[in-house]
């Protein structure tokens, strides 16, 4: 979504149009959590910078990877959800080879004698954008890292709640934004620093999906998705009381969010307020 990454979108470029006029650094590592639209910021990013990419597919073996780079031997490669290739020695070895020049060449070659390899050996002259939720930390990863310029995507808290507000009201996405609107709110709701890594722009997709056929059940549906530690019973009724919410609000989100009883929430929220009145 355009919109909702307006500086990721714009640092990327940055870094294309960099690793493009450059003869030195020839990649760019986008690593960031998932379902938070690094591909949608990595496509805005190539249209801007007025640059064709080719995409290779989620799954590829080596031999399909090294095709993939013959075929595209001057075009910027964007390899995307494809983390087996990183657990893979020959593949690390062609990343390696399309990174970084061997006598002012970047020179890739194909080992094995398999008939299938496009050729025994070709100049790389190309690009790459390596796309992931996480990069290994193998030695062979470390030196395509260090090849590489990094692009760390960071959601904190707050941004993640104004995305999903912002992807809410998009009609590309939501013909019901009303309804997306509540799904966001609900997820908004359960933001805190043991959900923040399940809940994304995939899980307001899904949740509108929820919603639109069980309009009566969704929330138990979409709430039993996100596993998290427990919030703290007494810090959450401290919590409700700073909202602007009927204590009958008050008490169905405690009681949502925690599990117990409405009588453990009179209870923390009688003694809240008496401290209060000291």
Not at 164 to 172: E, G
Not at 205 to 227: C, F, Q, R, V
Request: proline share 3%; hydrophobic share 40%; with cysteine.
């Amino acid at each position: 979504m355009k919109n909702n990454y307006p500086n990721h979108i714009e640092n990327i470029r940055k870094f294309i149009q960099t690793i493009q006029a450059s003869s030195e650094t020839h990649a760019i590592l986008i690593s960031g959590p998932a379902g938070w639209g690094k591909t949608t910021a990595v496509d805005e990013a190539l249209k801007l910078a007025k640059v064709k990419g080719a995409h290779l597919g989620s799954y590829s073996t080596s031999l399909n990877f090294y095709n993939f780079l013959h075929e595209n031997s001057s075009r910027f490669v964007i390899i995307d959800d494809s983390a087996g290739l990183f657990n893979d020695q020959n593949s690390m070895a062609l990343l390696k080879a399309a990174t970084w020049p061997q006598g002012g060449k970047r020179i890739v070659k194909w080992g094995s004698t398999s008939s299938k390899a496009a050729t025994d050996e070709f100049e790389f002259t190309g690009k790459l954008i390596i796309i992931c939720n996480g990069f290994p930390n193998s030695p062979d990863a470390e030196a395509v890292r260090s090849r590489s310029f990094p692009c760390k995507v960071t959601i904190t808290i707050s941004m993640a709640k104004e995305f999903l507000l912002l992807a809410a009201k998009d009609k590309n996405w939501f013909s019901n934004k009303e309804r997306a609107s509540r799904v966001a709110e609900f997820l908004i709701e359960r933001l805190h620093e043991t959900t923040l890594s399940q809940i994304s722009y995939r899980t307001l997709k899904m949740g509108y999906e929820l919603a639109t056929h069980n309009p009566d059940s969704w929330k138990g549906l979409l709430a039993g998705m996100i596993a998290s530690v427990p919030e703290d019973p007494k810090a959450l009724v401290k919590k409700l009381l700073k909202k602007d919410l009927k204590v009958k609000e008050q008490v169905r989100q405690f009681e949502e969010i925690t599990g117990l009883k409405r009588r453990t929430f009179f209870n923390y929220r009688k003694e809240l307020l008496a401290a209060k009145s000291c």
